[in-house]
């Protein structure tokens, strides 16, 4: 089946610092990839889509600015979480349309 | 996407099949049904999908009433790494746009031995 990974798995960082977090289809290529965030004992949120070579569209209350996307390719989107603070510590969790979407194991982010 | 609805937590006896119920009576003709899980702390799974008619694969079968107002998603021989929260998502197609999928609360589904 499609695989999915994401980089890292897990990551600490003080407040106000950036973090970059990758996402990558392994054997297949992906057009649109989609960024989400899981709070504990919530549903999954979708922040945003990317689009391999254009902007990405954010939902409704996502901050641009503060979460960057890039999708330089049909097998990479990155997510920067710039200028981190407590409140952005969540489970960000990437996906890849390949007919269905497919999964990352998510990355789980604690800022300090 | 069409509402969906499944209720909040079920329990299975291991090795007996796991039957998970969804409505989605506001479904129209091109939405799919998909259905995927969650193990905790993961991300989530693919399972399923389909359109009307219904559906098996290595993983689960996916029974769509006729009339597709609801669904059922069974695993024939439930066992403890079953154990996660499903979700059953009927998103809408958009020609060319690759389908967004909004996740409901879905269903904690815990495997007892």
């Known amino acids: 089946g499609a695989v999915v990974s994401q980089h890292p798995s897990w990551v600490i960082c003080k407040s106000g610092t950036s973090v970059k977090i990758e996402c990558r289809s392994l054997?297949?290529?992906?057009?649109?990839m989609f960024w989400y965030r899981q709070f504990p004992k919530q549903s999954l949120m979708l922040m945003a889509t990317?689009?391999?070579?254009?902007?990405?569209?954010?939902e409704q209350g996502v901050e641009k600015d503060k979460f960057l996307i890039n999708h330089a390719s049909l097998t990479l989107s990155t997510l920067t979480v710039t200028s981190a603070h407590p409140e952005d510590s969540s489970f960000y969790i990437c996906?890849?349309?390949?007919?269905?979407?497919?999964f990352g194991p998510g990355t789980r982010l604690l800022v300090l | 996407d069409a509402k969906t609805t499944q209720p909040p937590s079920m329990d299975c006896a291991e090795g007996r099949a796991a039957n998970l119920p969804c409505n989605h009576s506001?479904?129209?003709?091109?939405?799919?049904v998909y259905w995927y899980r969650q193990i905790h702390s993961q991300g989530p799974q693919y399972i399923i999908h389909?359109?009307?008619n219904n559906e098996t694969n290595e993983m689960a079968s996916l029974i769509i009433t006729e009339d597709r107002k609801s669904s059922t998603l069974i695993l024939p021989h439930a066992t403890l790494r079953d154990t996660a929260v499903y979700y059953c998502?009927?998103?809408?197609?958009?020609?060319?746009?690759?389908?967004?999928?909004?996740f409901g609360s879905g269903t904690q589904l815990t495997v007892l031995p």
């Open positions: 990317s689009n391999e070579g254009s902007k990405a569209t954010y």
């Open positions: 506001t479904i129209s003709g091109n939405e799919y």
């Open positions: 389909g359109l009307k």
């Open positions: 996906s890849a349309d390949q007919e269905t979407q497919y």
């Open positions: 054997d297949f290529q992906a057009t649109t």
């Open positions: 998502i009927a998103p809408l197609i958009s020609s060319g746009s690759a389908r967004q999928l909004t």
